[in-house]
């Protein structure tokens, strides 16, 4: 289920992307916790008690959204937007999150 | 800067968001549509004025976007743009680093679901979503309610707002609060409003707690000894605001510990001055008091530094700057007062320490709990926080004790009998914010 | 831990043993001094630890000490071996085994000839070459040429580590009072005085100079003379990652030092910051860390991708020849000195304690430490 929901702005232009080897879609402008959180619940997991997260602030400070994409670079959520192609992961996959990190 | 730019002066402007407006006149990105009206509501004639007024100065200024500053020392910042990092000398240096909102650790409150009132505001505001679900918003202090009528009228589903503060604390507040009726005035329309449409209001919350498996699914709170559960979806939650210092203190400022805001802030003049020569204050940075004061700040810092810099070299233009300052200056300490209203009304949660359980997670980063903080200070006989934190991980995360040094400091007073005060706080090393290894590596491609 | 003594100005404090510093060294001789049944008083200015003893890296290595140094070096290796009896705690302590990158032939021969010169003190050292380093290690980026491994050497948390032989001494019964600077201490023929900012007096027939960067100053006011200045060592932390290193890496020519602790963050060592000896005075420089992180990636390129999520410095005390000051006062018969480890104290300090608390007992040290002697700084100054 989803974080958040889409109430204004509709009319905005569409960038896929891919969130654990799955296609989707946001739109330009957002930031890549609003891509991901519009379709689901969770942004990363904890190093520690695998707890899942997904995000606080918002606004850059308390470092809680960086997820990794695929290749290995770490994304500030909140801060970075959303680019056409970005392959990003979610810690849903633990595996695959492991080999390309 | 509009007051440098009249003196002639050409300042940098280093902000680390796209657009300017830091928070509460934060704009969504280009090519969004709605109206400021819609954006910014009763604000909007003040945020069409600072977004109109920026628009004029830029081509008079040097402005930095998606910039961030992660290191000061004296004469120079560190920032990093784009992953390339660059140094930047300056003679002078005004802080205008904003505040963060006020959250103590409660149960469940890293629970997918959980958020700022801050973040709920800058989800509807500069990305056009809210928070989806059945929505509560709990703490206190003005946003709570701003951002309930905000989020009702945007379409959120709010099921309920929770205020910590009691009634009784408003009534003894009301001759401050009157200072600044416009305020107060909307305040109780905002109330009225939720209202009339049945969303629930209490006052008097205590012990909020969440639940939740992988993400929140209820609420529950006490009042009156009664404790009432609810299903929710999301919760936005904040208990007033908390400065960001920490550029200030790379900056070599004293901090002081402020009994008002319960945080160490650097300490500044009437006009904003710091302790170093050259670097000013301005804005919420270093003191809450709301957006109005942080223009007014801003001004007053920005005459204080032409002021130090011996400009306008004309007498009588120096004269009426200097009528100007002191005019600011008691505007200035008029809205302190208001303010001091406004804690009466809002209360913070002193006695917090005391009622939190051990497997309460107090470091979000690092995931340490108090029951971890309680057990070293008994077995290692901390009694400061630094050492505190060497011993045990709290603060030593990604964000480096922004969310949790406030608690952790409450925790040891509370463990050793000190004051918050006198358990010291976190000290702050570069970078303010984390920052990409690969960035080092662009910075030796330019050397 | 008591902040001060509860003796009211004015009462002095008899002991056997006093010791400036509640450092490693400091607290590693009160422990062992405990042992002989001595009592012990350990004055420090700030808490016990928290200089060089808790800022530092963390390597508890043998590899690259000079020669005069790898006698006590091997002793202290088998204190580290049986830490957690010594200290009641590991303070992740981890044999990981510590690998020293060449990046070139001429590195490589410096290797090959100090492996030589540490098979004569029982140091047993691996050297590898390219194919064997990157199967061995398919981390390590192609500029690695070579490399040497002590599989035996490792690291460990100094803040734990410090704070836990504080505590250790402690519960063996030394006096332990911090934020507690010493501000007069003199010797009058039989005994020594000291006083310290709380106005508490100590009266002891022994005195042990572990005070660190500081230590040239109290040996100063013993009429020895000293070569040292204070050097801030440049730190960073990266963010929690998958365990990726998993030994100690260095490189020769020192341009970066590198681990991963268990929880996964990677901290790493190289260049210099600022500061003065004043406590929390000190600050890291970007550009140290900067160049180091550049280093380190070049050698090890997964790490790339990670967050610096913090940078420190730290006060350390350097002598013109790399090595500490430790052995008797060439002026005042029972002043011992301990201080002065230029950023190679960590593994050494337990080592170095024993060898204290030998000195006070017999009069000499079972391990060398005629190198180490502060009379080779009046031979300089004569």
């Known amino acids: 289920m989803s974080l958040l929901k889409r109430v204004a702005e509709l009319e905005r232009q569409r960038v896929s992307f891919w969130l654990d080897g799955k296609a989707l879609n946001a739109l330009v402008g957002d930031s890549v916790l609003t891509a991901v959180l519009t379709h689901t619940d969770q942004l990363r997991r904890t190093e520690f008690s695998g707890a899942p997260r997904a995000g606080f602030c918002l606004i850059g400070c308390c470092q809680d959204c960086w997820m990794r994409s695929e290749d290995g670079v770490a994304v500030r959520a909140c801060t970075t937007e959303i680019e056409e192609g970005m392959r990003l992961l979610s810690g849903r996959m633990p595996a695959a999150e492991r080999e390309h990190a | ?447 | 831990m008591s902040a001060a003594s509860s003796k009211p100005a004015g009462e002095v404090i008899e002991t056997d043993v006093a010791i400036i510093g509640g450092g490693l060294v400091g607290t590693s001789a009160a422990l062992e001094l405990r042992r002989q049944q001595r009592s012990v008083v350990v004055l420090e200015q700030g808490w016990c630890g928290a200089q060089a003893s808790g800022v530092n890296y963390g390597g508890v290595r043998r590899q690259g000490r000079a020669a005069c140094q790898l006698p006590l070096s091997q002793r202290a290796h088998q204190i580290w071996r049986r830490l957690e009896q010594t200290i009641g705690c590991n303070g992740e302590y981890v044999a990981s085994g510590h690998l020293k990158l060449a990046r070139n032939e001429a590195d490589m021969q410096e290797l090959v000839a100090y492996r030589e010169m540490a098979a004569a003190h029982g140091l047993e050292l691996e050297l590898l070459y390219p194919d064997a380093l990157r199967q061995r290690y398919p981390w390590i980026g192609t500029p690695a040429y070579g490399a040497s491994l002590c599989a035996e050497d490792g690291h460990a948390n100094p803040r734990l580590i410090a704070a836990a032989f504080a505590r250790a001494a402690e519960q063996a019964g030394a006096h332990l009072l911090q934020q507690s600077a010493v501000e007069d201490c003199r010797f009058d023929g039989n005994y020594f005085l000291l006083q310290n900012s709380q106005g508490v007096r100590v009266r002891s027939r022994f005195l042990l100079n572990c005070s660190g960067a500081w230590g040239k100053e109290i040996a100063g006011r013993f009429g020895d003379a000293v070569s040292e200045q204070a050097i801030y060592p440049n730190m960073c932390v990266t963010e929690p990652l998958p365990p990726l290193m998993d030994l100690s890496l260095g490189v020769v020519g020192g341009a970066f030092y590198a681990r991963q602790v268990e929880r996964g963050n990677v901290v790493l060592g190289g260049g210099r910051g600022d500061g003065n000896l004043a406590l929390d005075a000190t600050r890291p420089r970007a550009s140290s860390s900067v160049n180091a992180l550049a280093a380190l990636t070049e050698m090890v390129p997964a790490l790339r991708h990670a967050l610096v999520i913090r940078t420190w410095s730290g006060v350390e005390g350097e002598t013109p020849d790399g090595q500490p000051v430790i052995g008797p006062s060439a002026s005042t018969p029972g002043l011992l000195h301990g201080f002065g480890f230029s950023g190679a104290g960590f593994q050494l300090a337990p080592a170095v304690g024993e060898v204290l608390a030998e000195l006070v007992a017999k009069g000499e040290s079972s391990t060398p430490i005629d190198a180490f002697s502060v009379k080779r700084f009046a031979v300089q100054h004569a």
Not at chain 2, 218 to 241: D, H, P, V, Y
Not at chain 2, 398 to 423: D, K
């Open chain 2, 1 to 447: 800067m509009q007051t440098l730019v009249e003196a002639g002066l050409r300042p940098l402007l280093i902000d680390e968001n796209r657009r300017a407006g830091g928070q509460i006149y934060r704009q969504p990105p280009p090519g969004f549509v709605r109206s400021k009206k819609v954006l910014y509501g009763f604000e909007a004639a003040k945020a069409e004025a600072l977004h109109g007024s920026f628009e004029q100065l830029r081509s008079k200024i040097d402005y930095r976007p998606d910039t961030l500053v992660w290191n000061c020392t004296p004469g120079q910042l560190d920032l990093l743009h784009a992953q390339r990092p660059a140094a930047q000398t300056y003679t002078h240096l005004i802080l205008c680093t904003g505040a963060l909102d006020r959250v103590m650790p409660f149960p469940g409150w890293t629970l997918p679901g959980v958020y700022t009132l801050g973040a709920a505001q800058v989800a509807l505001k500069a990305q056009g979503c809210v928070l989806d679900g059945r929505v509560v918003i709990a703490g206190s202090g003005p946003l709570l309610y701003l951002l309930a009528y905000q989020y009702a009228k945007a379409g959120a589903d709010v099921v309920a707002v929770l205020d910590t503060a009691r009634f009784g604390g408003k009534l003894r507040a009301l001759p401050a609060l009157l200072r600044q009726p416009v305020t107060l005035a909307k305040g109780l329309y905002f109330m009225a409003w939720l209202r009339a449409r049945g969303i629930a209001i209490f006052g008097g919350v205590e012990h909020i707690a969440a639940d939740g498996k992988q993400t929140l699914h209820s609420l529950r709170w006490t009042r009156k000894g009664k404790t009432t559960e609810i299903a929710c979806n999301a919760l936005a939650t904040g208990f007033g605001l908390r400065s960001e210092t920490q550029l200030a203190e790379l900056a070599g400022c004293r901090l002081v510990f402020d009994q008002l805001n319960q945080q160490w802030l650097p300490q500044r003049d009437d006009a904003g001055r710091s302790s170093v020569p050259g670097v000013y204050l301005a804005g919420d940075g270093s003191g809450i008091a709301g957006a109005d004061a942080a223009e007014l700040s801003g001004r007053a810092a920005a005459l204080a530094l032409l002021q130090d810099l011996g400009l306008p070299p004309n007498a009588a233009a120096k004269n009426a700057l200097a009528s100007e300052s002191r005019q600011l200056a008691h505007t200035l300490r008029r809205n302190l007062l208001f303010r001091q209203g406004l804690e009466t009304a809002f209360p913070t949660a002193v006695d917090w320490a005391r009622h939190c359980a051990d497997d309460l997670v107090v470091c979000r980063c690092e995931e340490i709990t108090a029951g971890q903080l309680r057990r070293s200070v008994q077995q290692e006989g901390s009694i400061e926080i630094n050492r505190l934190k060497a011993l045990t991980r709290v603060g030593m995360g990604r964000c480096q004790g922004r969310i949790c040094g406030a608690a952790a400091a409450e925790i040891l007073a509370h463990a050793t009998g000190l004051s918050v005060a006198e358990v010291g706080r976190l000290r702050v090393q570069a970078p303010v914010k984390p920052i990409p290894v690969s960035s080092a590596l662009m910075a030796q491609e330019q050397t």
